[in-house]
């Protein structure tokens, strides 16, 4: 599986990007797509996730901020981020946990830089 992510860039606080992560070469089963970001210094923390049956969670940093979303036709992947802050610049990861010969594989992307300056 190849993920593309992209809709990175640099916003001020209080404004929006929406984030995309396309998806080819396989046609396992999609069980999960998450939105993970990394800040500089931080580890990677999980923002959202979406069940192939559409069930969605959030951290409790984004919760009603941000947006998690698929297209069914196409796979791809969104997160509809609104009212930015500082606090959640940071390299945003797309990732596909996929079921491939009975056991769920993780697969990620390679990034997209979202700046949010005050």
């Known amino acids: 599986v190849q993920l593309q992510a992209s809709g990175g860039g640099k916003v001020q606080a209080g404004g929006s990007l929406r984030l995309s992560c396309a998806a080819s070469g396989s046609n396992a089963m999609l069980i999960l797509v998450g939105w993970y970001r990394q800040a500089p210094g931080k580890e990677r923390e999980l923002v959202a996730t979406?069940?192939?049956?559409?069930?969605?969670k959030y951290s409790d940093s984004v919760k009603g901020r941000f947006t998690i979303s698929r297209n069914n036709a196409d796979g791809t992947a969104y997160l509809q981020m609104n009212s930015l802050r500082p606090e959640d610049s940071g390299i945003y990861y797309c990732n596909h946990n996929r079921l491939i010969e009975d056991q769920i594989q993780p697969f990620w992307g390679q990034g997209t830089l979202v700046t949010v300056s005050s």
């Open positions: 979406i069940t192939a049956g559409g069930n969605t």
